[in-house]
Structures are given as C-alpha cells and as structure tokens.
C-alpha cells in the first residue's frame, strides 16, 4: 500500500461545476498536507495546505483534512478549462520535512 | 526572484555514460530536494539536503546516482553509469525550512538514455 493514494482519473467534469478530488493517507505521522497542480509538461505548483481538521478556502478551492479518517479532499468550485491538470495530494510529518506525494488525480474541464 | 533553476532541460544520452544534473535553489532557502518522475511511478524522492547536509537518501535507487550540495546556492545530480530505465524527468525542489515546508520546483531536466 503506497503512502499517499490517489485516484488517477481521468476526472472528467463540465465547466462551471465542483471538481471533488479525494486522497487517503497510511501513516498517522503525517500533519500536514499539499495541494500541487501540475500541468503537462510542467513543474508542481502549490495550491494550498492544510493542517487543521476542517476546511479551508482559497478562492475557488476549497481542502478538506480528516485526520480520523485519514483523508484529505479538495474543491474546485466553478471548474474552468484552465483547471485542467494533474493534481497531486502529498503529506509530511510534523518532525521532518520530507514530502511523500500521492501518484495524482488527472482532471479534464470539458467546456 | 528567478526561483529554482535547473541545467540542462533536455539531456539525451547513451547508455553507460555519465549524466550531470544541475540546480540552482531559491536564494535563501535552506532546503534542497531531488525528484524523479515517471509515468509508471509518479514522483519520487531521491535525496534532500538541509543547509547544505544530505539527510535523507534512502530514495535514491542505486549506487550508480549521486548527490552533491557544495554550498548553499548549488546541487548536482550523478547518474553513472547510466542506464535506460533512468530515462524519466528529474526535477530540483527548494524550501525555507519553515513552519508548513512549502517546496518551490524548478522545470524540470527532462533525461533520454538510449
């Protein structure tokens, strides 16, 4: 079992709508979390963090962490072309700081 | 800021021959990380390094990669021999070693061994 899962997609979702990614982590070590979206042939980019139970918005994103369920969700509201990507969920524990990333949720806005 | 650079972005090469990558981190950040991606594997750490001291090599896959970090402005990655199956993109991270570790990358050196 990898640390961080992912579900790999495609996740396919009209324009205008809530893209909803899910990721589930192993270890109970792991404090906070990333958000990296990743265009084709691109570098990872930062979209957000979360560290607390609960939401946090930004925007159009929205983070969700469950740490008694071990998993970590994110919101795309008003989903956009441009928000086509592959976005990748990592974790890192509070001691160090060591990212351990999920293999990625590939999204597809279709206009 | 330029952010992280990395040289060269495009590396073909033979199989058995040394391959050199380069990067460059943020100004001012104190932590350095090599990745590796493939389509097969995903992202993978090789090595990170804080304030210029490897501490965390247990991704790097064999002995033929290498790391350095001589100063705080400068890595390069070894790969000798190199082989096929190290045909992947590798990219430089770097991070302030602060409270929530965001990690800025670099572009990327996409490696082709033939």
């Known amino acids: 079992q990898k640390e961080v899962e992912q579900n790999s997609g495609p996740l396919s979702v009209p324009e205008g709508a809530i893209a909803s990614l899910n990721c589930t982590y192993s270890d109970r070590g792991s404090q906070s979390f990333f958000w990296y979206r990743q265009y084709s042939g691109k570098s990872p980019e930062l979209i957000m963090f979360i560290y607390s139970n609960g939401d946090k918005e930004d925007g159009r994103f929205t983070a969700q962490l469950n740490k008694a369920s071990q998993y970590v969700s994110l919101l795309i509201r008003d989903s956009q072309p441009s928000d086509s990507a592959t976005y990748l969920c990592a974790g890192i524990k509070a001691a160090g700081n060591k990212l351990t990333f999920g293999g990625g949720t590939r999204v597809l806005v279709k206009p | 800021d330029a952010g992280v650079i990395q040289s060269p972005r495009h590396e073909v090469t033979e199989m058995g021959q040394e391959v050199t990558l380069r990067c460059k981190p943020i100004?001012?950040?104190?932590?350095l990380f090599w990745y590796r991606q493939t389509m097969m594997r995903g992202l993978e750490l090789l090595i990170y390094f804080n304030n210029n001291v490897p501490i965390d090599d247990s991704g790097m896959p064999e002995d033929r990669f290498s790391a350095k970090m001589p100063n705080a402005s400068f890595s390069t990655l070894k790969i000798q021999p190199s082989e096929p199956r190290d045909s992947a993109v590798y990219f430089c991270?770097?991070?302030?070693?602060?409270?929530?570790?965001?990690?800025?990358f670099g572009p990327g050196t996409r490696l082709t061994v033939l």
């Open positions: 100004s001012g950040h104190n932590s």
């Open positions: 991270a770097s991070s302030l070693n602060s409270g929530y570790n965001e990690q800025f």
